[in-house]
C-alpha cells in the first residue's frame, strides 16, 4: 500500500508510446523529479477508449461551449460520444489522486487554449481538452500542471507543494 501522494499524469509525458503520430515524447528529468516524492499513475484516454497507435489526429470541433471531437483531417471522424462516455467512467475511478499533470496542447489532455475549430477550419476559440475539462470540473480544487508549466523550477516547487498540501488535507 502506498503511503505516497498519487499523481495521474498523460501517458505520454511518461513515455509510453501511446501518441496519435506513433512518436514517443518523453519527459524523464520532470518523471524522474515527479517519482521522488509521488506515485505517478499514466492515463491516456484515447488509448483508453480503443484507438490505436499511430491514428488519426483529432481536434476540438463546433460549439466551443460544447465542442466535439473529431478528425483533424477527416471530419467524418467523431468521437465525442465514445470519449465523453470515458469520461464519465474514468472520472470515479480518479477520486484517490492528488494531482493532475497533463499533456499541453491535446485535444483530450489539454488543460487550457486548446482551439475549437469552426466548420472552415478556422480557430472559433478556445477550450480545455475533454478528459482534462472532467478533471477540472469534477475535482476543481486538485492541484493541475502542465509538462512545459513544470519545465521551470520556481513552478515545479509551487505545484509539489500544492500537491503535498491538498495530499496533507485528504488524508486528514
Ligand atoms: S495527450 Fe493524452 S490522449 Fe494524447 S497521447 Fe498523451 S495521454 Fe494520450
Same mark, same amino acid.
Given at each position: *500500500?502506498? &503511503? ?8 505520454? +509525458? *511518461? ?5 496519435? !503520430?506513433?512518436? +514517443? ?19 491516456? =484516454? ?9 491514428? =488519426? ?9 460544447? /465542442?466535439? *471531437? ?13 470519449? %465523453? ?5 474514468? $472520472? ?22 486548446? /482551439? @475549437? ?5 478556422? $480557430? #472559433? ?10 478533471? +477540472? ?7 493541475? #500542471?502542465?509538462? +512545459? ?6 513552478? %515545479? !516547487?509551487?505545484? $509539489?507543494?500544492? @500537491?503535498? !498540501?491538498?495530499? #496533507?488535507?485528504? &488524508?486528514?
Amino acid at each position: *500500500m502506498t &503511503t505516497r501522494p498519487v499523481i495521474a499524469i498523460s501517458s505520454c +509525458i *511518461m513515455g509510453q508510446p501511446v501518441r496519435y !503520430d506513433g512518436e +514517443i515524447k518523453h519527459y524523464p528529468e520532470l518523471c524522474q523529479h515527479l517519482q521522488t516524492y509521488f506515485e505517478c499513475l499514466p492515463v491516456c =484516454p484515447e488509448t483508453e477508449i480503443g484507438l490505436s497507435v499511430p491514428r =488519426p489526429a483529432v481536434q476540438l470541433s463546433g460549439d466551443p461551449a460544447q /465542442p466535439r *471531437m473529431t478528425g483533424r483531417d477527416d471530419p467524418s471522424i467523431d468521437i465525442s460520444d465514445l470519449m %465523453r462516455n470515458y469520461c464519465k467512467t474514468k $472520472i470515479v475511478s480518479l477520486t484517490h489522486i492528488s494531482a493532475y499533470v497533463f499533456k499541453s496542447r491535446s485535444p483530450s489532455c489539454g488543460p487550457n487554449n486548446i /482551439p @475549437v475549430f469552426n466548420n472552415h477550419q478556422i $480557430i #472559433a476559440d478556445n477550450n480545455r481538452g475533454l478528459f482534462a475539462e472532467t478533471v +477540472i470540473s469534477t475535482y476543481p480544487d486538485l492541484p493541475v #500542471a502542465d509538462e +512545459i508549466t513544470l519545465t521551470h523550477q520556481a513552478e %515545479r !516547487d509551487i505545484f $509539489i507543494q500544492q @500537491v503535498l !498540501d491538498y495530499y #496533507a488535507k485528504q &488524508t486528514l
